[in-house]
């Protein structure tokens, strides 16, 4: 179990690191995917089918085929690869690089502590992430609700046809 | 502990029967077609035309294996790989008989779900990494097409898992002993398998690949054996909705007298005839019309579908 761990860690870290590095945008969006799956396997082997598959149906299944959609749309040709090559002058990954440092030390610091995380495993069923969500969580899932319906009436509005309406 | 010897006879089995049988519906389809349109189909490579599956395939294997230079090509050649992975991967989960199963999840639905949604980026990103207007078109299409076919895909089943109480496809099984879920799940029913069709890309929802319009759409640029794994892969993806659909709406492999795997292969050949059927009398739909039809009809019906089964759910438990 732990080897699978790892396995699934190390690749979601690499294709994380890819999709930052990428300069083109589709392959770096597709190095995303591989990354959001590698998650849905660790949310898996850490006792989560239920995560898992909807971090595979959501995020990787649905979310990302709309930004690859939007990628393809806007069809970047070969200045906007000249571009990014431009932008990911090593000059600006100081910054970003030295607070991710600062991050892993801490991760260090915790992982070390008294207090690490325990390895045993507890084995989530789908029906008690459905239980907790409308128990306990029942005010933030409303609230999502009220979000998700807001966003939806929005884009309805705004990709309505003004003057002749056409079916 | 797992059983690696039986599980590793299970998968061996599915895979050969999986892959035989998707080249077998080559023929199965071509013949049928022309059953029904009153003409022969391909009847002289072997007895019947049988044979006419591995004629193609030595036909596809010697053609040229053709890259457009303006390809991108990693994208291009890996893509076709996608769907046949993704839908040979969902088999996994689906239970032939009692015991014969790969991995008895216990989320098999969303697990069928995931994969499926995966598999949609073979047609979208096959299309770009073609980079032809025509397949590009074909591409776009197939995006909003299956996105908008997806969300109810999903919505659709939760009627049967509430019925069943779990989203194991084991269980599922096991919960329609007395009666199918067909007749509780009616609703349910049509409209997973309209979704399934358009999840697909089969006809009457072949707009990605409209071949009147589109030369043939998001496949438009591949040749030799590129193109026959879309080939294989569709064919699969027709015996998943099949099996899929004998799961979850009818009893999967419970029936009287003949043994259980006789009653699953039995169901789902019927519903595999049934979706050439359609291919064979129903014209393509419109583009506009049925992602409308999709959003303003189907959708609501899912909800209400969802709605309705769970309140006789709650009602029925007290």
């Known amino acids: ?167 | 502990m797992i059983d690696w010897g039986r599980t590793c006879l299970i998968t061996v089995t599915m895979l050969g029967g999986l892959l035989t049988l998707a080249s077998l519906l080559i023929w199965v389809e071509r013949r049928l077609l022309g059953i029904w349109q009153e003409r022969c189909g391909p009847n002289r490579v072997g007895p019947g035309g049988i044979l006419q599956p591995l004629a193609d395939m030595i036909k596809m294997f010697t053609k040229e294996d053709w890259i457009p230079p303006f390809a991108d090509k990693v994208v291009f050649v890996l893509t076709p790989a996608i769907v046949v992975v993704t839908t040979l991967m969902t088999f996994a989960v689906v239970p032939i008989a009692p015991g014969f199963i790969v991995a008895d999840v216990n989320v098999g639905i969303l697990f069928f779900l995931a994969m499926s949604s995966l598999a949609a980026y073979s047609v979208i990103v096959g299309g770009w990494a073609s980079n032809s207007k025509f397949a590009f078109l074909g591409s776009l299409r197939a995006t909003a097409q299956l996105i908008s076919y997806e969300v109810f895909m999903g919505l659709s089943l939760m009627g049967t898992v509430a019925l069943a109480g779990s989203f194991s496809l084991t269980d599922i099984v096991e919960a329609q002993r007395g009666l199918w879920f067909i007749v509780p799940q009616f609703l349910g029913f049509i409209i997973f398998f309209i979704a399934g069709l358009a999840e697909t890309h089969r006809a009457p929802f072949d707009v990605p690949e409209a071949e009147a319009e589109l030369v043939a759409g998001y496949h438009a640029e591949y040749s030799g054996m590129k193109f026959g794994m879309f080939f294989v892969g569709e064919y699969l993806s027709i015996t998943l909705l099949s099996a899929m659909i004998v799961i979850l709406f009818f009893g999967g492999w419970h029936g009287p007298v003949l043994p259980p795997v006789l009653w699953f292969l039995l169901k789902t050949s019927v519903f595999i005839a049934l979706i050439i059927l359609i291919r064979g009398t129903w014209p393509r739909l419109r583009f506009d019309q049925f992602l409308s039809f999709s959003w303003k009809v189907l959708i609501p019906l899912a909800l209400i579908n969802l709605v309705v089964t769970g309140g006789i759910v709650l009602a029925r438990n007290g």
């Open chain 1, 1 to 167: 179990m732990e080897i699978l761990f790892y396995i699934a860690a190390s690749v979601a870290v690499l294709a994380t690191l890819r999709v930052i590095t990428h300069l083109h945008a589709v392959h770096a969006l597709l190095y995303l995917i591989v990354a959001l799956i590698a998650s849905a396997l660790i949310f898996y082997l850490l006792g989560a089918p239920f995560a898992a598959a909807l971090e595979i149906i959501v995020y990787a299944g649905a979310i990302m085929v709309l930004f690859i959609f939007v990628v393809m749309l806007l069809n970047q040709g070969p200045l906007t690869v000249e571009q990014e090559r431009r932008w990911l002058s090593p000059g600006i990954w100081i910054g970003p690089s030295l607070l991710a440092f600062v991050l892993l030390g801490e991760a260090f610091y915790v992982i070390m502590a008294e207090h690490a995380p325990s390895h045993d495993l507890v084995y989530v069923q789908p029906k008690e992430v459905a239980i907790s969500l409308y128990g306990p969580y029942m005010i933030a899932i409303e609230l999502a609700s009220m979000l998700l319906l807001a966003g939806l009436i929005g884009a309805y509005h705004m990709g309505r046809r003004r003057g002749k309406e056409r079916r």
